[in-house]
């Protein structure tokens, strides 16, 4: 019989997107906060550093999630619901994917120092209008990214609250 829960190393890994999701968004809107120079630049150079660990964390799970010691238990009910958190993972995952690629876009086309470290270098520098195009882009991504996250979160508090069918469980930290 399958396990009803998910492994401890798929649960490291939703948790830790999950606070990477979330610390990167927050990041994303406040970057601008800052007063330009110094502050900015490590602002900035924090967010390509911790996109580039979800990338990582992105990759890692994934080829965990590919593998055969990832426990992958039964869907938790049947019909629309289930066939709606299918759907809903899987855009997760593709929006994940999205939005990293679309922030190395960024980084790539604005250019970048990173704590004055390495610079990345600017694809094109005088082309302003593809700056923004990108730019607005990833912040669209990483808000509808964000979005289905919380609806997500919202959808397994339902099955735990109003369901009462113990679905949280499932994903929650154990010893």
Sequence with gaps: MPSL?????????????????????????TIDWFPKGDARVAARSLHIVFGALLALVIALRIVWRLSPGAAHPPPAGAGALDTAAGLAHRLLYLLLVVTVALGVANAWVRGDSVFALFTIPAFDPGNRN??????????????????LALFHAAAALLHQFVLKDDLLRRMWPRR
């Design 5 to 29: 829960s998910y492994d401890r190393r798929s649960i490291f890994f939703h948790w830790l997107t999950a606070g990477l999701v979330f610390a990167l968004w927050l990041a994303g809107q």
């Design 130 to 147: 593809l700056r923004e195009m990108v730019e607005d882009w990833h912040g669209l991504a990483a808000n509808v990214l964000l979005g």
